[in-house]
Antibody
């Protein structure tokens, strides 16, 4: 069974950084990319980018590329998302999902709240 | 950038109804389109990919059609478990979601 398990909710102050983890299991880690999608409260889905654990290649959404870094650790089958210089607009549930095309399955989501 | 526009934004329906949800791309995307279902407080679930391929384990009452710029998700006979928000997603060097269609009880 393929599972993606994300880290717990975070509360951050404006200007801080957050790092969310996504631990995968049930498949060969390097054979699938991982994408990140976020969802602000009551809003739709926003694609943030993806990483290929096979070679470390990344692609970020243009509006986020100067504040986001995605990394992977094959020894623990875990992918990480770091978002820097947080503002209240970054308050959202952050999801990881397996795949670089269609996304399946998804992690359970990590709520990141940015508040002073 | 490619924009994805879904219609309607909200759809009121009854159990047993046949539903069509539309997704339009701002330029041709071939068949690089997926559909997801999201229930409140949960992560989205993949229903359809490559515009018309039913994802494993998904009920056959869901079907997808279209290519180019016009796509449709059809639910043949709405069930109580189908009341949710549905998103289309383009993928192929760009990844863009539609704004969602909420299917609510009439």
């Amino acid at each position: 069974q393929v599972l993606l398990v994300q880290s717990a909710a975070e509360v951050k102050k404006p200007g801080a950084s957050v790092k969310v983890s996504c631990k995968t299991s049930g498949y060969t880690f390097t054979t699938y990319g991982i994408s990140w999608v976020r969802q602000a409260p009551g809003q739709g889905l926003e694609w943030m980018g993806w990483i290929s654990p096979f070679n470390g290649n990344t692609k970020y959404a243009e509006k986020l590329q100067d504040r986001v870094t995605m990394t992977s650790d094959a020894s623990t089958s875990t992918v990480y998302l770091e978002v820097r210089r947080l503002t209240s607009d970054d308050t959202a549930v952050y999801y990881c999902a397996r795949g670089l095309a269609e996304f399946d399955p998804w992690g359970q989501g990590t709520l990141v709240t940015v508040s002073s | 950038d490619i924009q994805m526009t879904q219609s309607p934004s909200t759809l009121s329906a009854s159990v047993g109804d046949r539903l069509n949800i539309s997704c339009r791309a701002s330029q041709s995307i071939g068949d690089w389109l997926a559909w997801y279902q999201q229930k409140a407080g949960k992560a989205p679930n993949l229903l359809i990919y490559k515009a018309s391929i039913l994802h494993s384990g998904v009920s056959s009452r869901f079907s997808g059609s279209g290519s180019g710029t016009e796509f449709t998700l059809t639910i043949s006979s709405l069930q109580p478990d189908d009341f949710a928000i549905y998103y289309c997603q383009h993928y192929n060097n760009e990844w863009t979601f539609g704004q969602g269609t909420k299917v609510e009880i009439k």
